[in-house]
């Protein structure tokens, strides 16, 4: 599992995914609920859950509560992170 100390190690490992990719790709057009993001694919709701744990830990994407919905938000400056290392 990648260091907690090195935010890039965590971003690339979460980026592998094409799931999580997919996922990104969708929070880039706006916030959604945790149920839209997991409609596409043909997986259980723990398994989704696993796949948001891993791009939440890498500060990819942010997770809310709001009343009983389970909202999702891109977090843009990570990629940029990433996007500026890549540019070294």
């Given at each position: 599992?990648?260091?907690?100390?090195d935010?890039?190690?965590?971003?690339?490992?979460?980026?592998?995914d094409?799931?999580?990719?997919?996922i990104?790709?969708?929070?880039?057009?706006?916030?959604?609920?945790?149920?839209?993001?997991?409609?596409?694919?043909?997986?259980?709701?723990?398994?989704i859950?696993?796949?948001?744990?891993?791009?939440?830990?890498a500060?990819?994407?942010?997770?809310?509560?709001?009343?009983?919905?389970?909202i999702?938000?891109?977090?843009?400056?990570?990629l940029?992170?990433?996007?500026d290392?890549?540019g070294?």
């Amino acid at each position: 599992m990648p260091s907690s100390t090195d935010p890039l190690t965590a971003i690339f490992a979460a980026l592998a995914d094409p799931t999580r990719r997919a996922i990104l790709a969708r929070l880039a057009e706006g916030e959604a609920p945790v149920s839209e993001l997991a409609r596409p694919f043909d997986m259980s709701a723990p398994a989704i859950s696993k796949h948001l744990r891993v791009l939440a830990d890498a500060g990819l994407i942010e997770r809310e509560v709001s009343a009983r919905w389970r909202i999702c938000h891109l977090r843009a400056h990570a990629l940029r992170d990433a996007h500026d290392w890549l540019g070294t």
